[in-house]
């Protein structure tokens, strides 16, 4: 895939001279959280991805097409891309290697010189940089112009000169780094986490072979063959809409696929619609997930508003809705809709360096036109597949205006007096969110458990009649239908936009910054906790990307041997009891197995699983959206076992009040 002759001049072109020094590197250590987010496991993962970052800046360069990721025995990380290699020259300026410079130097790299690279992801150039400064051990060996070289680094200063180590008869970059435990709060990779991401990153970038290995073997275990698993995409983005829509039913069997770069910036696009009521649209720019949007996913929604509508306009599809005289709406348009958008920006401007948002004005109109154009041309060639998509934006327009009243009903007028609160929430007496926490609880019977054991000053008990509606198969209106879903909008203050066209949610007089889902350790409260992860996704986002959706873990077993009783929240934590106090011999230990909350005293209930000081909590969150957006669909099904296994993947484990 590779041109050996572009491989060629780009490394006599790239050297030294292109590697320019903004300012140094003094802050990171001390505050890490303004450069790669916060020091928890999500800032764990970013080390990895600024490193693969820097890699499929060389693969979008033309100069690279494998990288290859180990999740080591040790807990640290490499990653081996088949590169042009850092340049190892003396750097004019710095009078020391540019592999040195760019390694401990903040804002420097080859991001800065244009010949360099016409596209990045990592446009700050303090990446790898970060990477080096905030991990305990940094090796990284170079490849290029038949030699290899190589330097070792201690939290981001250099133990020696870069030095020729040898001959070597290819290119390209490896870098190993162990983080830094003492400034991360958990230094254990999540296989699933990388897996996502690298999945993702093939997706994005056609015809790339992206590999993960994971070195950490159980020596118990019989199988001790490493995992590993290779990522490659043929058709790119027309697979990574499939994948993401594997678990619903589509509307129409195509992909529309648009893929450009005529009006001055390659946009590509996948869309499909299925039989669902939510929109799933994911952006990228440069390969980087903009969570919050920008310009390009403004300029892909007008363009496909003005361009359905004006055809359904000229076909007169909408004369049905104007004698209800219901207007339609851009949300109609995009509702069942599943689509990537991905945009290639030679010099975006992000907010932060997080870069969640875009906000290049001049790529709306780019976007626009190119939807536009070839949106319109599908539409024309596919006249039975458009009448179906129109058809479906119909139904969305005539449901969201019977949805205005339900609405209306989740409304709060005075959240805080408590007049209009449900009549099963048992209320506590702070009105601190930040102090507050509210638990949903699984059926009225350990509800009451729950409400005899709270600490009523900050802990708010909402009881939940069984299992709440599957918003994913659900239309609008219904799930405001919904008795138990008004509940918990009313319970926790939040409202919604009571305009037709509005779905945006209000958090500004939320009342509790825990909201913590306590069910049964069993199938059927796996279940649940899905249903509601399910409609805080769909509906409550913001809730989880702020941090405040938990799952409280009940223990499975009250373990006793005379006077000594101990709680087991897992398998392995009671047979570790039994060893310890009968010998290994299950029948002289006395085994209390909590098949439900119900089965705990309000005393039991409270000092293990409500209790800040004991309990732990295992907070929700969304690494990658898409495959979070892709899972959901997939567990709406009628399997319950993925269920329990995604709840027991993704929720971080940990004691959050610690």
């Known amino acids: 895939m590779i041109d050996e ?12 001279k292109n590697i320019q020094v903004l300012e140094g590197l003094e802050a990171v250590r001390k505050r890490p959280a303004m450069y790669i987010g916060d020091t928890s496991e999500k800032g764990l993962h970013h080390l990895v991805y600024e490193v693969v970052d820097n890699c499929i800046d060389e693969a979008m360069a033309g100069f690279c097409d494998t990288v290859n990721v180990w999740i080591n025995a040790d807990g640290s990380i490499t990653v081996r891309d088949n590169g042009r290699g850092i340049p190892v020259d ?15 130097v903040l804002h420097a790299g080859g991001k800065f010189d244009k010949g360099s690279y016409k596209v990045s992801g990592g446009l700050h150039g303090v990446g790898v940089s970060c990477v080096n400064a905030l991990s305990k051990h940094f090796h990284v060996e170079v490849c290029r112009g038949g030699k290899k070289y190589e330097q070792d680094y201690e939290k ?14 290819r290119t390209g970059t490896t870098v190993t780094f162990l983080p830094d435990d003492t ?15 690298l999945r993702e990153l093939a997706y994005l970038n056609a015809g790339i072979t992206l590999t993960l290995t994971d070195m950490r073997i159980d020596p118990d275990a019989e199988d001790q063959t490493p995992k590993t698993e290779t990522f490659h995409s043929v058709d790119g983005l027309r697979e990574f809409v499939r994948y993401i829509d594997a678990g619903r039913e589509p509307l129409i069997d195509d992909v529309i696929h648009i893929s450009t770069d005529k009006f ?62 219901i207007e339609i709406s851009g949300d109609d348009f995009r509702e069942g809709l599943t689509a990537v958008v991905s945009v290639k920006v030679a010099e975006p401007q992000f907010e932060g360096q997080t870069k969640t948002k875009l906000g290049n004005n001049e790529v709306i109109g780019i976007v626009d036109q190119a939807i536009a154009e070839a949106l319109t041309n599908y539409l024309e060639e596919h006249p039975n597949e458009a009448r179906s998509i129109v058809d479906k934006v119909i139904l969305a327009a005539t449901a969201r205006h019977a949805a205005r009243k339900a609405r209306e009903l989740v409304q709060r007028k005075n959240p805080l007096s408590g007049g209009g609160l ?143 009783e101990e709680y087991c929240w897992t398998d392995q934590q009671r047979q570790a009891f039994i060893d310890k106090y009968g010998g290994g011999q299950e029948n002289a230990i006395h085994t209390q197995r909590y098949k439900g909350l119900g089965e705990m005293n309000a005393e039991q209930l409270a000092s293990t699983t409500m209790d800040p000081e004991h309990r732990i ?23 319950v076992e993925p269920r329990r296994e995604f709840i027991e993947a993704n929720a971080t484990y940990a004691n959050i009040d610690a």
């Not at 003005?306 to 209800?324: I, S």
């Open 422 to 564: 449900p009549g099963k929430l048992a209320d506590c007496s702070s009105r601190d969110p930040e102090e507050c926490e509210i638990f949903l609880v699984e059926g009225d019977s350990a509800g009451g458990t729950a409400k005899q054991g709270r600490n009523r000053v900050n802990q708010a008990i909402l009881p939940l009649r069984g299992k709440i509606l599957n918003v994913e198969k659900a239309m609008p209106h219904r799930v405001f239908d919904s008795e138990e879903i008004r509940n918990i909008y009313t319970a926790l203050g939040v409202t919604i936009g009571t305009a037709e066209d509005s779905k945006e949610l209000n958090i500004d007089k939320l009342r509790y910054h825990k909201i913590i889902m306590m069910t049964d350790a069993d199938v059927d409260g796996s279940h649940i906790d899905t249903l509601i992860m399910t409609f805080f996704f769909r509906y409550m986002k913001p809730l989880i990307e702020k941090g405040y959706l938990y799952i409280a873990n009940p223990p499975l077993y009250l373990c006793k041997k005379g006077k000594i």
């Open 156 to 169: 981001g200063k250099p133990l020696y000169s870069v030095r020729e180590v040898g001959p070597s008869d």
């Open 264 to 325: 001055g910036t390659p946009v590509e696009v996948a869309m499909m619609y299925n039989k669902s009521y939510t929109e799933n649209v994911h952006s990228y720019v440069n390969n980087i997930n903009t969570i919050e949007g920008g310009t390009h996913l403004t300029g892909f929604r007008r363009g496909l508003t003005r361009t359905l509508k004006k055809y359904a306009d000229d076909a007169k599809l909408l004369e049905k809705l104007e004698k209800q005289k």
């Open 617 to 639: 909590l295992r907070r929700v969150t969304i690494e990658n959206a898409a495959a979070a957006d892709a899972a959901i669909a997939m567990l709406m099904g009628d399997d």
């Open 90 to 104: 003396m750097h004019e300026k710095e009078h020391r290697s540019a592999l040195e410079v760019v390694l401990t």
């Open 183 to 197: 400034i991360f709060t958990t230094t254990e990779y999540k296989y699933l986490i990388l897996q996502n991401r």
């Open 5 to 16: 002759e572009l491989r060629k001049e780009g490394q006599e072109d790239y050297s030294a």
